[in-house]
């Protein structure tokens, strides 16, 4: 009878008194050391890649204004540094080398500065203006002019942590009525310091 009686009192007990709040879904983990360094920024980044690239030479004969265009293709590499102006936006500097082939040879050498913004999405987007040095050779001689382009850069951490796939334009304004545009892709690697 004692028992039954002590069951009865226990349970008197635990209905009268308040009951614990649901806490709801357990809170989110801590971010550990390895997290918090997978969000820091990266300023440096170096790339590789192939290309095609197209050189042009202007004339004007008697009047009439001549062309002529060959397309060639390349090897690039290069690298960028990224200095942060806000959180989605940096001011960049660039530079790359090319080798070019085909009937004749080009050696495109681009130094640049630019902005890239850094969440478009999960693609890295810079556009850049610089200076060009672009030595032809069979007697085509050294071109200096001006360099416009746009990169992208696509991370893949799935495949390989700092890995990206890139993609970039260039077109080259040159002295001595040269033009040259580049089509470049490749992988870039975030270098993770």
Do not use: C
């Not at 039954?4 to 809170?27: E, I, M, R």
């Not at 902005?115 to 203006?129: C, D, K, M, T």
């Not at 990169?151 to 002295?175: C, K, S």
């Amino acid at each position: 009878m004692k028992a039954a009686f002590g069951g009865l009192l226990l349970a008197a007990v635990l209905a009268a008194s308040p009951a614990k709040a649901d806490p709801g879904p357990d809170p989110a983990p801590a971010r550990t050391s390895a997290s918090a360094a997978a969000s820091r920024f990266h300023p440096a980044q170096v790339w590789g890649g192939i290309g095609f690239y197209d050189t042009s030479v202007s004339a004007t004969i008697v009047g009439v204004n001549v062309s002529n265009s060959t397309g060639q293709f390349g090897f690039n590499g290069g690298g960028s540094y990224a200095f942060p102006v806000n959180p989605d936006l940096s001011a960049l500097a660039f530079g790359n080398i090319a080798l070019a082939f085909g009937s004749f040879s080009s050696f495109p050498i681009t130094v640049a500065g630019g902005i890239r913004g850094e969440h478009l999405g999960p693609v890295q987007v810079s556009g850049l203006a610089g200076l060009s040095i672009v030595p032809i050779s069979g007697g085509g001689g050294t071109k200096v002019g001006l360099a416009l382009g746009a990169q992208g850069n696509y991370p893949i951490p799935h495949v390989m942590p700092n890995l990206g796939v890139q993609g970039a334009f260039m077109f080259h304004i040159l002295n001595d009525s040269v033009t040259v545009w580049t089509i470049n892709a490749g992988v870039s690697y975030t270098l993770p310091y």
